[in-house]
C-alpha cells in the first residue's frame, strides 16, 4: 500500500469523505446529514500510483477533492516575498535550489559544452575537406546562438539516475523554450554519449556570466564542463577585421562591410 492509499485510510478513519459520512446518516438516522465541516481531502502521494491504469487515474480523481475548474487565485509580491491566496481546493508543489558546498563524487563521466551559431555550425579543418563544429567565442546581441552539451559515461559500468543541469547565460532570453535552468534525468550506459541542446538569445550588450553544464549524481557533482562561473562579454556589433566568412558577414556585419567584404 503506497503513501496515497494510507493518506486517504487515515482521513476516513478521521470522519472525512461526504460517501462514507452520508452512508453512515442514512443508516442511522434514515436521513442525510453532512453538512459537518471537515478539511478537503489532499493528497500529494498521489503520483505514487499507478497513472498508467484508467481504474486507478479514477478511484484518485474520486478521492481528491480538487475542482473541475478552479476558482481564480490571487496573488501579490513584496520584495522577496509572495503570497497567494486560493480560491479553491489547491496542491502548490515547490522546487528550490539550494546552494551546497561543492561535494564530488568519482564517476568516470565527461562533459563537454560548446557555444554555436545555428546559422553557421560548421567549418572546414586544415585538410580543406573535413567539416567540423564551429565554436562561437565572440556574442552580439539581438543574434541566436545555440549551447551543445555531449555527456559521455566513459566507464564499464550502467549509470542511472544522473541530473544534466544546464542553464542559459546571465542576461539571455531562453528560445524554443520557457526554461532558463533545466534538470534532465538520465541513465547512461557504458561508453554511450548524450547530447542535449538549447538557444537563447541576448536582448542587450555587457558583461555576463554563465554557470557550466554540470552532471550530478545523488547531490554530488560528477562532471563539469569547466569549474564553476565562466564570463561572457557580448557586443553591439563585431569589428569588420574580425569576421572571417560570409556567413559571419552576412549574419554579423553592416551593409558597409558585406559591400566591402564582395570588393575584396
Known amino acids: 500500500m503506497n503513501g496515497f492509499w494510507i493518506d486517504a485510510l487515515e482521513y476516513a478513519l478521521e470522519g472525512g469523505f461526504d460517501f462514507i459520512l452520508q452512508s453512515e446518516v442514512i443508516a442511522e438516522n434514515g436521513a442525510s446529514n453532512t453538512s459537518q465541516a471537515r478539511k478537503p481531502f489532499l493528497s500529494e502521494n498521489f503520483f505514487f500510483n499507478n497513472l498508467y491504469s484508467v481504474t486507478e487515474i479514477f478511484a484518485i480523481f474520486t478521492l481528491i477533492e480538487l475542482p473541475f475548474q478552479a476558482q481564480p487565485h490571487t496573488t501579490s509580491t513584496n520584495g522577496n516575498r509572495f503570497e497567494l491566496v486560493a480560491g479553491s481546493n489547491i496542491m502548490l508543489f515547490l522546487k528550490e535550489l539550494i546552494e551546497k558546498e561543492n561535494q564530488t563524487m568519482s564517476l568516470d563521466i565527461t562533459v563537454n559544452q560548446k557555444f554555436f551559431d545555428p546559422h553557421d555550425r560548421f567549418q572546414l579543418a586544415e585538410d580543406g575537406y573535413t567539416k567540423v563544429n ?19 559515461n566513459t566507464g564499464d559500468s550502467h549509470q542511472n539516475s544522473l541530473q544534466i543541469i544546464t542553464e542559459i547565460p546571465q542576461g539571455a532570453i531562453p528560445m524554443r523554450s520557457l526554461d532558463y535552468l533545466e534538470t534532465r534525468n538520465e541513465t547512461l550506459d557504458n561508453l554511450q554519449t548524450k547530447e542535449f541542446m538549447y538557444y537563447f538569445y541576448f536582448p542587450k550588450s555587457g558583461k555576463f556570466t554563465s554557470y557550466a553544464a554540470s552532471v550530478t549524481k545523488d547531490g554530488f557533482l560528477l ?32 551593409k558597409q562591410d558585406i559591400v566591402k567584404f564582395m570588393k575584396e
Do not use: C, P, W
Open 134 to 152: 564551429k565554436s562561437v567565442t565572440r556574442f552580439v546581441k539581438g543574434k541566436l546562438y545555440g549551447s551543445r552539451v555531449s555527456v559521455t
Open 223 to 254: 562532471a563539469s564542463s569547466q569549474k564553476g562561473l565562466f564570463e561572457i562579454f557580448v557586443h553591439d556589433s563585431l569589428e569588420a577585421t574580425n569576421l572571417n566568412s560570409i556567413n559571419e558577414i552576412m549574419s554579423l556585419g553592416s
